[in-house]
């Protein structure tokens, strides 16, 4: 395990070690941790995560979509290939996204595939907090009740949780 870093060390850190230490607190997305980093230096690590959630929040509706069409599939091809990042590989792995049962698997499947067919983009939920699988099944179900310009809210707000749980785990915030 990577060592945390203290809020000093934090805002010690050049843009360039920034930018690579929270590159993936936002799915695939490196801009939040350029546009972030500029924010420093912080005065707690709440507060650095405010800067994260405000970016998202003021995003276009189209940056929005790009970056939860960079979120991949729960328990999808990803992962049985292999190729989520290892951050996505962890938190899917929490909820035992990895050891579903084949039926399981194919239900979760096909909930993603309606899902991705209304909204255009995957389902995005926070599988940490989400914690059971059927958590995870029923709130995809729920939410493909949604209309889109709701939906795109609700999945935003879950990529700050995401990113929120991430940064966390690189910070000492004790």
């Not at 005065?43 to 939860?68: A, C, G, H, P, W």
């Not at 962890?90 to 909204?119: H, I, M, W």
Request: hydrophobic share 40%.
């Amino acid at each position: 395990m990577k060592t945390k870093l203290s809020l000093e060390q934090l805002n010690a850190l050049s843009p360039v070690e920034f930018h690579k230490t929270f590159e993936n607190v936002v799915e695939c997305w490196p801009e939040a941790a350029i546009f972030c980093s500029a924010m420093a230096p912080f005065r707690s690590f709440e507060s650095m995560i405010t800067v994260f959630e405000n970016y998202l929040q003021r995003l276009s509706n189209e940056n929005k979509l790009r970056i939860l069409r960079l979120h991949p599939d729960l328990a999808g091809k990803l992962l049985d290939i292999q190729q989520l990042t290892e951050e996505s590989r962890y938190e899917q792995s929490c909820v035992g996204l990895d050891k579903l049962t084949p039926a399981d698997k194919k239900r979760l499947t096909k909930l993603n595939d309606e899902y991705k067919q209304r909204f255009g983009f995957p389902f995005v939920i926070c599988v940490r907090e989400a914690s059971k699988f059927e958590t995870i099944v029923n709130g995809v179900s729920g939410r493909i009740k949604n209309n889109p310009e709701a939906e795109l809210n609700i999945a935003i707000n879950e990529v700050k949780k995401i990113c929120r749980l991430r940064i966390l785990q690189l910070v000492n915030n004790l």
